[in-house]
């Protein structure tokens, strides 16, 4: 993924963190338009195997259209890093289609409405799927999809309240504005920071959550005395706010697959204050695992296609494909029959995805209830589909189930 990518990159100073993800988020944001420019571009295609070449040339394009850089910077520095590739033999290339672009811009801008494709910067798959499910909403959701995310922080009310918290950021010349419609906690920054700016944030006063998943607790309604399995937990956001919101659980146990990925939870939850059980292990086989006492909240944070948070990950429009929709299909149902029978009766499930494609969300469960006679929805509020963009929310989905007595 871009973000393991850039984890690898070693960068000493902050401002050249900054820029290099800009340039790598916005580059895979634009991806297929910058391809599609790139082939009207050369007068022949590049060698398929010349990946980082190609990449370059869009990483120059993308500096002329998107970003505050003067012109003739760009071109010099993209032209220069040819050198840094060993490919100093493609600078009078590289130039020749920069400095074309420069020329024809204006042509290529009229030659998008002849490309869905370019012209929206998504897969042709990931169009129509969207389409056919949101015909009423379908480009809002694409345009929201096109757009830099904006930065939530959830704050530990545990520790600190949100009117203290926020008065805080105000002092630190943070603007920050408190969200009560979403959660308790919610605080919507003005312009995202690095989390290390963020009063407290080491101390663990904060956390960075999207307005979205601080829905989960809510839904999840959480009580003193109740055993609660979260059920794939890294990176554990949805864990910490569960802890955070109710003091006095009689359990809490969290459960992943991803052992790299369970250590960064276990490190967030001791930054927080907080503590669990943590297991390393697959979710669809209890009997690896579970001890045979019921829980009476399950929280399933459904691997999905993760359609609803391409503004944050854009390297998702890239990576994804049709084929591996179906895939997380499948083993969301299997998460689904696998966990329900550890639901004590009277017992809820609260079914979430961050995407928002029809197959993965409303006919899962729809089809989910009508394959389980114990369970029910108690009414359309416990049911909430969230578009991207919504509210400056992630696109995220939500089902509440009950087991029946």
Same mark, same amino acid.
């Given at each position: %993924? /871009?973000?393991?990518?850039?984890?690898?990159?070693? *960068?000493?100073?902050? !401002?050249?963190?900054?820029?290099?993800?800009?340039?790598?988020?916005?580059?895979?944001?634009?991806?297929?338009?910058?391809?599609?420019?790139?082939?009207?571009?050369?007068?022949?295609? $590049? =060698?398929?195997? =010349?990946?980082?070449?190609?990449?370059?040339?869009?990483? @120059?394009?993308?500096?002329?259209?998107?970003?505050?850089?003067?012109?003739?910077?760009?071109? %010099? /520095?993209?032209?220069?890093?040819?050198?840094?590739?060993?490919?100093?033999?493609?600078?009078?290339?590289?130039?020749?289609?920069?400095?074309?672009?420069?020329?024809?811009?204006?042509?290529?801008?009229?030659?998008?409405?002849?490309?869905?494709?370019?012209?929206?910067?998504?897969?042709?798959?990931?169009?129509?799927?969207?389409?056919?499910?949101?015909?009423?909403?379908?480009?809002?959701?694409?345009?929201?999809?096109?757009?830099?995310?904006?930065?939530?922080?959830?704050?530990?009310?545990?520790?600190?309240?949100?009117?203290? &918290?926020?008065?805080?950021?105000?002092?630190?010349?943070?603007?920050?504005?408190?969200?009560?419609?979403?959660?308790?906690?919610?605080?919507?920054?003005?312009?995202?920071?690095?989390?290390?700016?963020?009063?407290?944030? #080491?101390?663990?006063?904060?956390?960075?959550?999207?307005?979205?998943?601080?829905?989960?607790?809510?839904?999840?309604?959480?009580?003193?005395?109740?055993?609660?399995?979260? /059920?794939?937990?890294?990176?554990?956001?949805?864990?910490?706010?569960?802890?955070?919101?109710?003091?006095? *659980?009689?359990?809490?146990?969290?459960?992943?697959?991803?052992?790299?990925? $369970?250590?960064?939870?276990?490190?967030?939850?001791?930054?927080? @204050?907080?503590?669990?059980?943590?297991?390393?292990?697959?979710?669809?086989?209890?009997?690896?695992?579970?001890?045979?006492?019921?829980?009476?909240?399950? $929280?399933?944070? /459904?691997?999905?296609?993760?359609?609803?948070?391409? !503004?944050?990950?854009?390297?998702? #429009?890239?990576?994804? !494909?049709?084929?591996?929709?179906?895939?997380?299909?499948?083993?969301?149902?299997?998460?689904?029959?696998?966990?329900?029978?550890?639901?004590?009766?009277? @017992?809820?499930?609260? &079914?979430?995805?961050?995407?928002?494609?029809?197959?993965?969300?409303?006919?899962?469960?729809?089809?989910?209830?009508?394959?389980?006679?114990?369970?029910?929805?108690?009414?359309? #509020?416990?049911?909430?589909?969230?578009?991207?963009?919504?509210?400056?929310?992630?696109?995220? &989905? &939500?089902?509440?189930?009950?087991? #029946?007595?």
């Amino acid at each position: %993924s /871009a973000e393991e990518a850039l984890a690898e990159v070693d *960068l000493r100073a902050s !401002r050249d963190t900054s820029l290099v993800r800009a340039f790598v988020l916005g580059s895979l944001r634009w991806h297929h338009r910058l391809q599609w420019q790139v082939d009207r571009l050369l007068s022949r295609p $590049l =060698d398929p195997r =010349d990946t980082e070449l190609a990449a370059l040339i869009r990483l @120059g394009l993308f500096q002329l259209q998107w970003m505050r850089i003067p012109d003739h910077a760009a071109v %010099s /520095a993209t032209v220069a890093a040819t050198e840094f590739l060993g490919k100093a033999h493609a600078r009078g290339l590289v130039n020749a289609v920069l400095r074309r672009f420069q020329r024809e811009a204006e042509k290529l801008k009229l030659g998008l409405q002849d490309s869905f494709e370019a012209l929206y910067s998504h897969p042709s798959w990931l169009l129509e799927a969207v389409r056919n499910d949101w015909m009423d909403h379908w480009q809002g959701i694409i345009e929201a999809n096109n757009q830099p995310p904006p930065m939530w922080l959830r704050v530990n009310l545990c520790r600190v309240t949100r009117s203290e &918290y926020t008065a805080s950021l105000n002092t630190a010349g943070i603007l920050a504005s408190e969200v009560s419609a979403v959660a308790p906690g919610a605080v919507l920054l003005e312009t995202p920071q690095s989390a290390v700016s963020l009063p407290g944030f #080491k101390k663990g006063l904060v956390s960075i959550q999207d307005g979205a998943a601080q829905l989960a607790a809510g839904y999840l309604g959480v009580e003193p005395g109740l055993r609660v399995l979260d /059920a794939c937990a890294a990176p554990g956001g949805k864990t910490a706010q569960i802890l955070e919101s109710c003091s006095g *659980l009689a359990d809490v146990l969290a459960l992943d697959l991803d052992q790299g990925r $369970l250590q960064s939870l276990a490190e967030n939850l001791d930054r927080l @204050g907080l503590e669990t059980t943590l297991r390393h292990a697959n979710a669809t086989r209890p009997s690896d695992w579970w001890d045979g006492e019921p829980f009476q909240r399950i $929280l399933i944070d /459904a691997p999905c296609s993760a359609i609803g948070v391409i !503004r944050r990950h854009p390297d998702i #429009k890239v990576l994804r !494909r049709a084929d591996d929709v179906e895939r997380v299909v499948t083993e969301q149902a299997k998460l689904l029959r696998s966990l329900w029978p550890l639901l004590s009766v009277g @017992g809820r499930l609260v &079914y979430a995805t961050c995407t928002v494609l029809k197959r993965e969300n409303h006919q899962q469960i729809e089809r989910f209830l009508r394959e389980t006679p114990d369970a029910y929805m108690l009414g359309q #509020k416990f049911e909430r589909q969230i578009m991207p963009g919504e509210a400056n929310m992630d696109g995220f &989905y &939500y089902a509440s189930i009950q087991k #029946k007595h």
